[in-house]
């Protein structure tokens, strides 16, 4: 199963925090607190949110492999399937998208069960963690300018 981050991955979190004149540094995590000012609250955020724009393309290279996905977040779940859902202009992603899991946890490593367990994150400590247990990670590097163009490299032989 392929574990896909939301937040940085699928989601333009540091554009967004901008619009709250909230400056988040690449490869920077735990400062955030959500609701505590300046912070908004996680339903002021993802409704001014965008998604990344190789969102479809990052999906449909994934459903291409045969690749089984869900989404993995550490808060928020619910919020963030409402936004996604909303956001998709294409039918068919949104629809398989509606029946998918989107797991909140913010012990990510606890969804590795398996050698074919895969997690995509911008964060490297919770792929670092991910593959201590035995599973493969990709390291979605927001300090490249090309972070998306680097993971295609990476899964397209
Ligand atoms: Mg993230």
Same mark, same amino acid.
């Given at each position: 199963?392929?574990? *896909? #981050?939301?937040?940085?991955?699928?989601? #333009?979190?540091?554009?967004?925090?901008?619009?709250?004149? *909230?400056?988040?540094?690449?490869?920077?995590?735990?400062? =955030?607190?959500?609701?505590?000012?300046?912070?908004?609250?996680?339903?002021?955020?993802?409704?001014? %949110?965008?998604?990344?724009?190789?969102?479809?393309? $990052?999906?449909?290279?994934?459903?291409? %492999?045969?690749?089984?996905?869900?989404?993995?977040?550490?808060?928020?779940?619910?919020?963030?399937?409402?936004?996604?859902?909303?956001?998709?202009?294409? /039918?068919?992603?949104?629809?398989? $998208?509606?029946? $998918? #899991?989107?797991?909140?946890?913010?012990?990510?490593?606890?969804?590795? /069960?398996?050698?074919?367990?895969?997690?995509?994150?911008?964060?490297?400590?919770?792929?670092?963690?991910?593959?201590?247990?035995?599973?493969?990670? =990709?390291?979605? #590097?927001?300090?490249?300018?090309?972070?998306?163009?680097?993971? $295609?490299?990476? =899964?397209?032989?």
């Amino acid at each position: 199963m392929i574990h *896909i #981050d939301i937040d940085g991955v699928l989601i #333009d979190f540091i554009g967004t925090a901008k619009k709250f004149g *909230i400056e988040v540094k690449t490869n920077e995590f735990g400062k =955030w607190k959500w609701s505590e000012p300046p912070f908004p609250s996680p339903e002021e955020f993802y409704a001014k %949110a965008e998604l990344q724009p190789w969102f479809e393309p $990052l999906i449909f290279n994934i459903i291409a %492999a045969g690749g089984y996905f869900i989404f993995l977040t550490a808060d928020f779940a619910e919020i963030k399937k409402r936004f996604i859902l909303e956001k998709i202009n294409n /039918d068919i992603i949104r629809n398989s $998208l509606s029946k $998918l #899991d989107f797991i909140e946890s913010d012990q990510k490593s606890n969804y590795c /069960d398996f050698p074919i367990d895969m997690l995509i994150d911008d964060c490297a400590a919770n792929c670092e963690a991910w593959r201590k247990k035995g599973g493969v990670a =990709w390291h979605f #590097d927001f300090a490249s300018e090309t972070p998306f163009e680097d993971f $295609l490299k990476y =899964w397209r032989r």
